[in-house]
């Protein structure tokens, strides 16, 4: 018997939307970790916890970015921990509460960061950013904050 792969038409409709956020979820991201890694040494987990830090003017307590990040605590003790090791992140202890750590990136974080988001950009660019229209990604980033608004329910 013949195997192949059911169409949209044989799908139910959330299904397929479904199956679709997967499918390029993941490989939007596998293409951008290969990119980061290949160029700069970056897995793409760290490369989402520099995101976080070099879109904050100050410090970033850890739990914000277990909070903010797909990654979970651990995974971003684990992150700055690399990211500190390679001297692309400081980690002070918090002013403001004393159990918790805040973390910032260096000036050589922040080059790298820079350096790496542009390869994002450019790897992302043929086979997302320049396929997509204003709507289309006006219509992502939508979808995307509503589930996001639900996460907690989740």
Do not use: I
């Not at 970790?33 to 970056?42: G, M, N, S, V």
């Not at 003017?57 to 970015?65: E, G, I, K, Y």
């Amino acid at each position: 018997m013949a195997k192949r792969k059911l169409t949209e038409a044989e799908m139910p409709a959330a299904d397929y939307a479904f199956y679709g956020l997967v499918w390029a979820g993941t490989v939007l991201t596998e293409r951008v970790d290969r990119a980061l890694t290949k160029a700069h040494d970056l897995p793409v987990s760290w490369f989402e916890v520099m995101l976080w830090l070099a879109s904050s003017p100050d410090p970033v307590p850890a739990s914000v970015l277990g909070n903010s990040t797909m990654l979970s605590r651990s995974q971003v003790s684990r992150v700055v921990d690399a990211l500190q090791n390679r001297g692309l992140v400081t980690r002070t202890p918090s002013a403001r509460d004393a159990r918790s750590v805040e973390a910032a990136l260096t000036p050589q974080g922040r080059r790298l960061f820079e350096e790496a988001d542009a390869t994002r950009r450019a790897c992302l660019a043929p086979v997302f950013t320049d396929l997509l229209d204003e709507a289309d990604l006006t219509a992502l980033s939508t979808v995307w904050q509503k589930l996001k608004a639900h996460k907690e329910a989740m």
